[in-house]
C-alpha cells in the first residue's frame, strides 16, 4: 500500500481521539506497512486520552525515527490482538487499559507469538498505580516492560502492600482504614526487563505548549491553585479530602475555590496563580503537574523521590516544591514559597525548561533505542534483554 507519509500520519495522531475525526485517523495510523526492509512496529492500545499521551510521541517523530531506526511504525485498536485479527509485525507494543483480564490478555499475546514470531514484544504501562500487577502472567511473553514511573529501588516491586499499592498502604495506614494485603507475585526476572516511558508530557494537547515563551510570571493574584476533586474509593477520598482541608482558609493567603470548573477556565486560573497544589491521584504522576509546568504555577507535590520518571522534572526545590506524605508541612512550604518571589522565578523557569529540553533535544527519539532498535536474532538473543 501507498506509504501515507509521517505527516499525514502525525496529523491523524493529533487528532486520533477527537469525535468526528477519530475513525478517519485511525484508519490512516493503521493502514498497511507498505513496501520497505525496515523493521514493522504495530502499537495495539486502548484508545483514551491517557494512554495516547503515550502512543502519539511515536507519529510525531516519526520521521525521526525512521530515519534511525528505519521503523515503519502503525497503531490500531488492541481489540484486534484479542480477536486474533491483529497483522504481523516485527515489534509489537501491547498498551491495555488496567481493567483488561490477564488471562485473557496473556492467552492472546501469546497467540500472537505463536503465528507471527514476532522479534520483540513491549509492554507498555499506563496504568497510574506504581505497581507490576500484570508481570506474572506476562513474564514469559515480553521482552520489556515499559512504564511511565518506577520505583528507583526496582525491588520495592517485589513487596506485598496492604491494599495493593505502595499508596493503598501509606494512606490507609495514616487514616486507619481497613485493607488486606495484596502480593502481586512479581517475578524477579521481569525487574531486568523495565524501563522507562514518557510521562503526560508527550500528549498531543501538551506538547505544544512548551515550543513558545515561558509564561508570564508576573500578574499572578492568586496565591495558591487547590481545587481538589475528592470523591473515590475509601483510601483516595480520605487522602484528597486531607488534601483539600490543609489547602483551605490559609490566613492571608489568596486561594482558589475547591468546586469543579471547566478545563478552559481551570488552566486560565492556574495561569494567574502562584502556586499550584497537586496531591497524589491512584498513582503519583497527575496531568495537573504537567499543567503548573505549563502554565508557569510552581508545583507543590507530595515527595517524589523514590520515583524514576522520564523525563526527570521531579527535581526536589529546583523544579517543584516537595511536603510530606502526612502533609504536616504543607502550610510552611506555602508560606515559605511566597515569601521568596525569585525563588518562585527560578523554579518556574526551571520547570518550564526541562519540559521542552525533553521535548525538542530529540530525547524521545534517543530514548526508542531499546523498543526500535531489531534484536541479535542469534538462538540465545531472547535471553539478553535490554531495558529502555
Known amino acids: 500500500m501507498l506509504d501515507l507519509g509521517h505527516g499525514l500520519r502525525a496529523r491523524a495522531a493529533r487528532h486520533r481521539l477527537d469525535r468526528g475525526y477519530a475513525p478517519a485517523a485511525q484508519a490512516l495510523l493503521g493502514a498497511g506497512f507498505g513496501a520497505?526492509?525496515?523493521?514493522?512496529?504495530?502499537i495495539l492500545?486502548?484508545?483514551?486520552?491517557?494512554?495516547?499521551?503515550?502512543?502519539?510521541?511515536?507519529?510525531?517523530?516519526?520521521?525521526?525515527?525512521?530515519?534511525?531506526?528505519?521503523?515503519?511504525?502503525?497503531?490500531?485498536?488492541?481489540?484486534?490482538?484479542?480477536?486474533?485479527?491483529?497483522?504481523?509485525?516485527?515489534?509489537?507494543?501491547?498498551q491495555p487499559w488496567f481493567t483488561e483480564d490477564i488471562g485473557r490478555l496473556a492467552a492472546a499475546v501469546a497467540r500472537y507469538r505463536d503465528r507471527h514470531a514476532p522479534a520483540?514484544?513491549?509492554?507498555?504501562?499506563?496504568?497510574?498505580?506504581?505497581?507490576?500487577?500484570f508481570a506474572r502472567a506476562l513474564e514469559p511473553l515480553v521482552d520489556l516492560y515499559l512504564r511511565k514511573a518506577l520505583f528507583r529501588n526496582r525491588q520495592a516491586f517485589l513487596t506485598p502492600r496492604r491494599g495493593d499499592t505502595n499508596l493503598t498502604e501509606y494512606y490507609m495506614t495514616l487514616h486507619d482504614l481497613p485493607g488486606e494485603v495484596v502480593d502481586w507475585q512479581v517475578p524477579p526476572a521481569m525487574l531486568d526487563r523495565l524501563?522507562?516511558?514518557?510521562?503526560?508530557?508527550?500528549?498531543?494537547?501538551?506538547?505544544?505548549?512548551f515550543r513558545g515563551a515561558l509564561p508570564d510570571l508576573d500578574d499572578r493574584p492568586i496565591d495558591l491553585h487547590a481545587r481538589i476533586a475528592t470523591k473515590g474509593t475509601p483510601w483516595y477520598q480520605a487522602m484528597r479530602e486531607h488534601a483539600a482541608r490543609v489547602s483551605q482558609d490559609l490566613p492571608g493567603i489568596v486561594t482558589t475555590p475547591r468546586d469543579k470548573i471547566d478545563q478552559a477556565r481551570f488552566l486560565d486560573e492556574m495561569r494567574r496563580s502562584r502556586l499550584c497544589?497537586?496531591?497524589?491521584?491512584?498513582?503519583?504522576?497527575?496531568?495537573?503537574?504537567?499543567?503548573?509546568?505549563?502554565?508557569?504555577?510552581?508545583?507543590?507535590?507530595?515527595?517524589?523521590?523514590h520515583l524514576d520518571s522520564l523525563p526527570d522534572?521531579?527535581?526536589?526545590g529546583r523544579t517543584y516544591l516537595p511536603v510530606r506524605w502526612d502533609f504536616?508541612?504543607?502550610?510552611?512550604?506555602?508560606?515559605?514559597?511566597?515569601?521568596?518571589?525569585?525563588?518562585?522565578?527560578?523554579?518556574?523557569?526551571?520547570a518550564f525548561e526541562a519540559c521542552r529540553a525533553y521535548l525538542d533535544g530529540g530525547r524521545f527519539v534517543d530514548d526508542c533505542a531499546a523498543v526500535l532498535t531489531p534484536p541479535d536474532t542469534r538462538p540465545n538473543a531472547r535471553t539478553e534483554r535490554k531495558t529502555a
Not at 520497505?36 to 504495530?42: D, E, I, N, Q, V
Not at 502512543?55 to 525512521?66: Q, W
Open 120 to 133: 520483540r514484544v513491549v509492554f507498555l504501562d499506563s496504568f497510574a498505580h506504581v505497581d507490576l500487577r
Open 313 to 316: 522534572l521531579y527535581r526536589p
Open 45 to 94: 492500545h486502548h484508545p483514551n486520552r491517557i494512554c495516547w499521551a503515550n502512543i502519539y510521541p511515536y507519529f510525531h517523530h516519526g520521521a525521526d525515527l525512521a530515519a534511525r531506526y528505519g521503523s515503519r511504525i502503525r497503531a490500531r485498536p488492541i481489540d484486534q490482538l484479542m480477536q486474533d485479527r491483529a497483522p504481523a509485525a516485527d515489534i509489537i507494543l501491547i
Open 277 to 305: 497544589w497537586s496531591p497524589f491521584g491512584y498513582g503519583e504522576l497527575c496531568w495537573r503537574d504537567i499543567e503548573a509546568f505549563m502554565t508557569g504555577a510552581v508545583l507543590i507535590k507530595p515527595d517524589m523521590g
Open 328 to 350: 504536616a508541612d504543607f502550610e510552611q512550604v506555602v508560606r515559605e514559597a511566597l515569601a521568596d518571589p525569585a525563588r518562585l522565578r527560578r523554579v518556574a523557569t526551571e
Open 36 to 42: 520497505g526492509t525496515g523493521p514493522r512496529a504495530l
Open 195 to 209: 524501563g522507562l516511558m514518557p510521562n503526560f508530557l508527550t500528549a498531543p494537547h501538551l506538547m505544544p505548549q
